[in-house]
């Protein structure tokens, strides 16, 4: 799916899972959430890459760009659609998404891959492997650039550089050790026309991360795994009238054990410490604390004969902001045929504040002042689904659908608390209820073509939670009732996508991707982002063996093909949104 979808970029990608909104504030800034957004940081979907989290301080976020994975070297994604707290902790309500690479011991040629194209598309790609009886290694270099959207109010041009090395070293048939080093470092252009507060410049952003895994397995398919990881993520804009740096340092080690104490049952357990440091004058003139935090869980699986299978299991974690929580799930998979399963869940999840929301101090001076007042409480997110899988490898056919009802409560958003000032502090303001159902259907008609259509209906209604039902003043209570008149369009009702990859010829494939979604308003944001149709084409001319020595191909990748003109996300008054136009560029992959 990610070959035959021609996306260039990461953040791209989760177009192709239902339920999913993908926006952009500039040809940089994305950001990925499910049940649409609630603003341009989207602080609800966990984002791991082998496990490691990128999901960071200060304002719990990804930045997409800064990650330094190469398309080419995904195996898959795994994507947790809805609350997975009781699995991967807080700030997972709305779902996690989980990268995984390809392990270094998998055979296969070095390769470069170029791109170059319209707009300024820029890329040069290389993966350099070595494999032992001891150790196997992979190392992959990046370069990529391009001159953003194309809109003349902004200045999005960016460029970022990346490395990373992979090694798995097993010196015996129990024990294996996989290391992890990466580093991204990009130049980033900002600016508005017409805005002396956001001049024309450049910024700077630089990531690196450092992830040791220890795994023993043991007797009756036990396993013990010791996971340690350190990141640090550093962006400074230092160029503008309001000056913006920070540095965000993270260090996180935890402890696993799964045993299978019955054939028929099995247990994970676990417990982990994380330490989360911010450094930054403009947005905490008063330092913000390092949080240690604390967590211990456990999971259990049951099966039932031979047609069901129960889960359960719950996480406790400490936020290190005065607050502990526990947060259970449970599942029920019932087989109706050995290739059709029903299944049933419900689970509880919440966010913890993020380090911005509950200590942010930016002072009079910035273009944005923050004074957060503190004692923001966790949000809080129930889910309820029913879901149906169906597999008719005769037909090809694969069908995967679900109805869901998400309640979020305690819902975080920035309160104006003083009138007649631009300081703005953050509460718990809002309850949101989600509903809706999502299909993905997947056939196969023969070896090389294939179709894939997802399709998502979804709704949200707002409430204010634990508000004042007089408030104030006048201009607080139309700010707030505007937030709630606009939240039914924080979801696009109707989204999706059809990817359909087909063989023309031996060796010349076609492959094609229709993305559709309604409009959708970022709460955060000056206008409605308008409906998108947009046809994206790939034709693709392979050359030698796929993957052996001397093999490669060549493509060309039409984006907005017939220029579909949607609006982006833009939070910049009286000068509209930015658009995507039809954009053009050959790639081209070899293997040496």
């Not at 007089?470 to 700010?479: Q, T």
């Not at 995507?580 to 992959?589: E, G, I, M």
Request: glycine fraction near 8%; aromatic fraction near 10%; include cysteine.
């Amino acid at each position: 799916m990610i070959r035959a979808s021609g996306f260039r970029k990461l953040s791209e990608i989760f177009r192709l899972v239902p339920g999913m909104y993908v926006g952009s504030q500039n040809g940089h800034a994305a950001f990925v959430s499910y049940h649409g957004t609630t603003d341009n940081y989207a602080r609800r979907m966990q984002v791991l890459v082998d496990g490691r989290s990128v999901y960071l301080p200060p304002f719990s976020s990804v930045t997409w760009d800064n990650i330094p994975v190469l398309l080419e070297n995904i195996e898959r994604i795994e994507v947790v659609r809805g609350p997975s707290a009781a699995s991967h902790g807080a700030n997972s309500t709305q779902g996690v998404i989980n990268i995984i690479t390809r392990e270094p011991s998998i055979l296969s040629p070095d390769q470069v891959t170029v791109a170059q194209g319209g707009n300024g598309v820029s890329d040069l790609s290389a993966m350099f492997g070595i494999t032992s009886s001891l150790m196997d290694q992979r190392l992959s270099i990046a370069y990529r650039s391009d001159k953003g959207y194309d809109w003349s109010l902004i200045n999005d041009d960016n460029r970022t550089r990346m490395i990373s090395w992979r090694g798995n070293y097993h010196p015996n048939v129990s024990d294996s050790i996989d290391i992890q080093l990466g580093f991204s470092d990009a130049n980033r252009s900002e600016g508005v026309v017409g805005r002396s507060q956001s001049p024309f410049r450049d910024t700077q952003s630089s990531y690196n991360y450092q992830q040791l895994i220890w795994t023993r397995s043991l007797a009756s398919a036990g396993e013990v795994r010791v996971n340690y990881q350190h990141s640090y993520s550093r962006f400074d804009d230092s160029q503008t009238l309001f000056p913006e740096s920070y540095g965000a340092y993270r260090h996180d080690l935890e402890l696993q054990h799964i045993s299978q104490w019955h054939p028929d049952n099995r247990l994970v357990w676990g417990m982990g410490i994380r330490s989360d440091k911010v450094t930054s004058p403009h947005a905490f003139v008063v330092a913000a604390p390092t949080l240690v935090q604390t967590r211990v869980f456990a999971h259990d699986e049951l099966r039932i004969g031979d047609a069901a299978v129960v889960n359960a299991g719950a996480m406790w974690e400490d936020d290190a902001m005065g607050h502990s929580n526990v947060s259970p799930r449970l599942s029920f998979n019932y087989h109706l045929m050995p290739n059709q399963t029903l299944r049933f869940g419900t689970s509880l999840a919440y966010r913890s504040a993020a380090t911005v929301e509950e200590y942010g101090n930016t002072g009079p001076i910035a273009d944005h002042p923050v004074w957060a007042q503190g004692g923001v409480l966790p949000e809080k997110m129930l889910s309820r689904e029913i879901g149906y899988m169906g597999q008719f490898p005769n037909l090809g056919l694969t069908v995967d659908t679900r109805v869901y009802a998400d309640h979020l409560s305690k819902m975080i958003f920035v309160d104006p608390v003083i009138i007649g000032t631009v300081y703005n502090s953050f509460k718990n303001m809002y309850q949101v209820e989600y509903k809706g159902w999502e299909s993905t259907l997947k056939y196969q008609w023969n070896k090389s073509d294939s179709l894939i259509f997802n399709y998502a209906r979804q709704h949200a209604t707002c409430a204010s939670d634990g508000l004042p039902t007089n408030l104030w003043h006048p201009a607080i209570e139309a700010g707030y009732n505007n937030l709630l008149s606009s939240c039914p369009r924080m979801v696009p009702v109707n989204s999706g996508s059809i990817l359909v990859d087909h063989r023309l010829a031996e060796g010349l494939m076609l492959s094609g991707g229709y993305y559709f979604q309604d409009e959708v308003q970022v709460l955060d944001a000056q206008y409605v982002q308008s409906p998108m149709h947009r046809v994206d084409i790939k034709i693709t001319r392979a050359f030698g063996k796929r993957d052996e020595v001397g093999g490669g191909e060549v493509s060309l990748v039409v984006q907005n093909l017939f220029r579909d003109s949607h609006t982006e996300y833009s939070s910049i008054p009286q000068q509209g949104s930015p658009t995507l136009d039809r954009r053009a560029y050959l790639l081209a992959t070899f293997l040496y």
